[in-house]
């Protein structure tokens, strides 16, 4: 007998049903390459297709320094202005993104404003517990995400663009990032993640609304091709999708959506510029 909880947790997800257990339930219509991860309000985890290569976090990266230091950032509400190259470091878009808040460089995918922020919030922890203990700070959020790539060193490492997605330090796969999303260390990041990412006032009347994080990462190996990814979370569990190589961020929203989010139900998101 199969089991059709899979099936109906992708139904509960996309419309606000209750999932229950059944039988002969087809899997999730995945295309080749793709990894879909799903867990329910109990956290029981389903897997499938290709879940458990690691590779790239690109602006998944994000996630664990929103979990260490993103309260702190959302209070103190910082601006960053945005040109697309800030020294050695590049963006995810050439052009930039102008003048950007915590919520828009989420959104947009900002990760020079984030590497900022990341490196002003880095001389404050030098200051006050020094470096021996800033770095096992840094260390112990991002464990999961380092493998043994992380150089050994008494101090702290210099937060480049590769500690906000860009390059190989940081990978995982979407079975290893679901089970790290449901642990719950991260309930409180996942509220704020809402919070961030959803217009309030469209969450008001639409039931179970979205958030989504899009990212992309170049494939290790093959410069200029890139693998992408969209992660997300509603009031009924936590969705994360890894296309293959060779697609982007705009086409891992399009996919997230129609394989979660029937029509009418996606939350208007605030404006993703430079996805396209």
Known sequence: MVNLKPLMLVLALAFSAAPSPAANAPAPPLEQGEGLALAGLDKEIFLFGDVREESPMGQLAYLPWLKLEGADWSTRNPFFKCEGVMNQEACSTAKGHGKVNLPKAVA???????????????????????????????????????????????????????????????????????????????????????????????????????????????????????????????????????????????????????????PGSQPEAKKKKGLW
């Open 108 to 262: 947009e995918g900002c990760d020079l404003a984030i590497l900022h922020w990341a490196r002003m919030t880095s001389l404050e922890w030098r200051r006050d517990n020094g470096e021996g203990a800033a770095r096992a700070q840094l260390e112990d959020t991002f464990a999961p995400f380092l493998g043994r790539r992380l150089p050994l060193s008494d101090g702290l490492p210099v937060l480049d663009g590769s500690w906000v997605g860009d390059g190989v330090l940081l990978r995982t796969s979407p079975a290893a990032l679901i089970a790290w999303l449901v642990d719950p260390a991260q309930e409180q990041l996942l509220r704020d993640m809402r919070r961030l990412l959803i217009n309030p006032v469209k969450e008001s009347y639409v039931a179970s609304a979205w958030w989504i994080l899009v990212a992309s990462a170049q494939v290790p190996m093959q410069p200029g091709v890139y693998c992408s990814w969209a992660v997300g979370s509603n009031d009924h569990g936590v969705a994360v999708l890894r296309l293959p190589p060779g697609k982007t961020r705009a086409d891992a929203l399009v996919r997230f959506q129609a394989l979660l989010m029937p």
